[in-house]
C-alpha cells in the first residue's frame, strides 16, 4: 500500500524587518580599544574571551578574598571576567575588597559578574530582595518590573558589580510550579 501523505502547510510571508538605528562609535573610544587591541598577545586576547568563577581561575573554593595568589592567576591568564556566587559573598567589607583587589589586579579591566535576578544572592552584602520574578510578573506592571530591576541594579552597582546576568528568560511551563526565576507562564 501507499504510504498516507499530509499536506504541507504553505509558509506564510514573514514581515519584513526594519532596521534599528545604526549604533555610533566614538571614534576616541574606538581609538583606544584598537590601541589596547595592538598592545595584547595573542594569549592576552584568547583569555579575554572568557569569563569564570574565581575557583576556575585561581583554583581554591570558596574564594572570598583577593590576595597574592588572585593577583598571580589574574595576571598570568587575564580573563575577560570573574562570575561571582553567593559562596563569594560574605558582607559588604569583605565583598568590597574582593572586587576592588580583583579589577586593581586586572591588566585590562574585568567584568565583575553575578546572576542575581531578586537581590537575594547579593542580600548578605546589602542589596535589598525585590521579591520573586514571579511575583512582579504576576501583575504585568511594568513599572513595577523597571523600578524592581533599576533599584537592584543601583545596589549591585554599589557592591561593585558591573555586570548582572539576570533576569534571564525562563518561563514556567506549569503555572503552579512558577519559582523565582521566571516571570510568568
Not at 583587589?101 to 537575594?120: H, M, P, R, V, W
Request: no cysteine.
Amino acid at each position: 500500500p501507499e504510504p498516507t501523505r499530509t499536506a504541507v502547510p504553505t509558509p506564510t510571508d514573514a514581515p519584513t524587518p526594519t532596521a534599528g538605528p545604526t549604533p555610533t562609535v566614538n571614534p576616541e573610544y574606538a581609538q583606544k580599544a584598537q590601541a589596547i587591541l595592538a598592545g595584547m598577545t595573542v594569549d592576552e586576547r584568547i583569555y579575554q574571551l572568557f569569563m569564570v568563577t574565581p575557583e576556575q581561575l585561581i583554583g581554591v573554593s570558596p574564594v572570598t578574598n583577593a590576595y597574592d595568589r588572585s593577583k598571580k592567576a589574574i595576571q598570568s591568564k587575564p580573563v575577560g571576567g570573574l562570575v561571582y556566587a553567593s559562596k563569594n559573598i560574605k558582607d559588604r567589607t569583605q565583598l568590597n575588597n574582593l572586587l576592588v583587589n580583583s579589577q586593581k589586579y586586572s591588566k585590562f579591566g574585568l567584568f565583575l559578574a553575578i546572576n542575581d535576578a531578586t537581590g537575594s544572592v547579593t542580600a548578605p552584602a546589602g542589596t535589598k530582595k525585590i521579591g520573586t520574578l514571579s511575583d512582579i510578573g504576576a501583575t504585568a506592571d511594568t513599572e513595577k518590573a523597571k523600578s524592581a530591576a533599576e533599584a537592584l541594579g543601583k545596589d549591585l552597582l554599589a557592591l561593585g558589580f558591573n555586570l548582572n546576568l539576570a533576569p534571564v528568560a525562563d518561563i514556567a511551563s506549569d503555572a503552579s510550579n512558577l519559582g523565582s526565576s521566571s516571570f510568568g507562564s
